[in-house]
């Protein structure tokens, strides 16, 4: 069985806070591809629970977080319609992106 590795770096400041995060690939396709921020959600079978870590670094602007928020939840949408052929529920979701993307101003009336 072929297994591949995905992993990140981070460089804390003296109150570990996270002043860049770098993110690798072992098949090569990402080498220290720089970044502000991640969300990794993974389902945990044994608590029936899903365990998140959110990261972000200083310099990350609210204006950029509410963009990716946005395009998250939208991306969010799409796999949960792939996932589990739920349509009223995945446009329900967009519906809310376009509510969050209007609201936050990322996106015009």
């Known amino acids: 069985m072929k297994k591949s590795k995905i ?3 981070i ?3 003296e109150n570990n806070l996270p002043q860049a995060i770098s993110l690798n690939t072992d098949d090569g396709q990402l080498e220290n ?3 502000k921020s991640f969300l990794i959600s993974a389902w945990d079978e044994k608590t029936n629970e899903t365990l998140r870590i959110d990261l972000w670094t200083q310099d990350m602007m609210v204006n950029e977080m509410l963009i990716m928020y946005h395009q998250t939840l939208l991306s969010m949408a799409t796999s ?3 996932a589990t052929n739920e349509h009223k ?3 329900a979701l ?3 992106c ?3 993307g209007e609201q936050s101003g990322i ?3």
């Open 7 to 9: 992993s990140f770096e």
């Open 11 to 13: 460089e804390l400041d």
């Open 33 to 35: 591809a720089t970044i």
């Open 80 to 82: 949960l319609e792939k």
């Open 89 to 91: 529920l995945a446009d």
């Open 94 to 96: 967009r519906d809310y």
């Open 98 to 100: 376009a509510f969050f």
């Open 107 to 109: 996106i015009k009336k």
